[in-house]
T-cell receptor, first 109, second 113 residues
Framework: AQSVTQPDIHITVSEGASLELRCNYSYGATPYLFWYVQSPGQGLQLLLKYFSGDTLVQGIKGFEAEFKRSQSSFNLRKPSVHWSDAAEYFCAVYNDMRFGAGTRLTVKP | NAGVTQTPKFQVLKTGQSMTLQCAQDMNHNSMYWYRQDPGMGLRLIYYSASEGTTDKGEVPNGYNVSRLNKREFSLRLESAAPSQTSVYFC????????????FGEGSRLTVL
């Protein structure tokens, strides 16, 4: 069955530390992939997307993600987290616009 | 730029009541979507409309109906609300070009007592 999985429900990192949020997919063909961010009480905003080409994609707010076909993954990274990054993050697949369950990020001062 | 506008933002219903969530976009997008968001479950697609005049079921369509009134507007109707439909509902739209980015409304929080 087609699915997109975010294994971590909640992650806590210290401000200034690096961050990696995991996303795995199960689709027959290479899907088109997105990462969205949702700040408390807000709608969702696109961080970045992968359709083809370079497997390392840059997004807004200093985020990047790497597509790894061999691992069926599209993990989101940021070298140094800011307190304003506290939010919920969703991985999504373009093919059927299916979303993962989300990862809630808490940033410690 | 308004983008995607949803109304109402908050609503409390009693079991068995009906209501309609309205969504309008001003970006001339072809496709529109309705999602519900529940804790620990992410966003689940209820219905979508790939273009004006068409609608299709998503993952969780039971208990809902939709109408694509015109290119701008896509409404979601609960005919007989149930407590299980307590959720935050998001409308989204996109152009079916290569970019495929979804643009979201701010959400409508519905409570069914």
């Amino acid at each position: 069955a087609q699915s997109v999985t975010q294994p971590d429900i909640h992650i806590t990192v210290s401000e200034g530390a690096s961050l990696e949020l995991r996303c795995n997919y199960s689709y027959g063909a290479t899907p088109y992939l997105f990462w969205y961010v949702q700040s408390p009480g807000q709608g969702l905003q696109l961080l970045l997307k992968y359709f083809s080409g370079d497997t390392l994609v840059q997004g807004i707010k200093g985020f990047e993600a790497e597509f790894k076909r061999s691992q069926s993954s599209f993990n989101l990274r940021k070298p140094s987290v800011h307190w304003s990054d506290a939010a919920e993050y969703f991985c999504a697949v373009y093919n059927d616009m299916r979303f993962g369950a989300g990862t809630r990020l808490t940033v410690k001062p | 730029n308004a983008g995607v506008t949803q109304t109402p933002k908050f609503q409390v219903l009693k079991t068995g009541q009906s209501m309609t969530l309205q969504c309008a976009q001003d970006m001339n997008h072809n496709s529109m979507y309705w999602y519900r968001q529940d804790p620990g479950m992410g966003l689940r697609l209820i219905y979508y409309s790939a273009s004006e005049g068409t609608t299709d079921k998503g993952e969780v369509p039971n208990g809902y109906n939709v109408s694509r009134l015109n290119k701008r507007e896509f409404s979601l109707r609960l005919e007989s609300a149930a407590p299980s439909q307590t959720s935050v509902y998001f409308c989204a739209s996109r152009d079916r070009g290569v970019t495929g980015e979804l643009f979201f409304g701010e959400g409508s929080r519905l409570t069914v007592l």
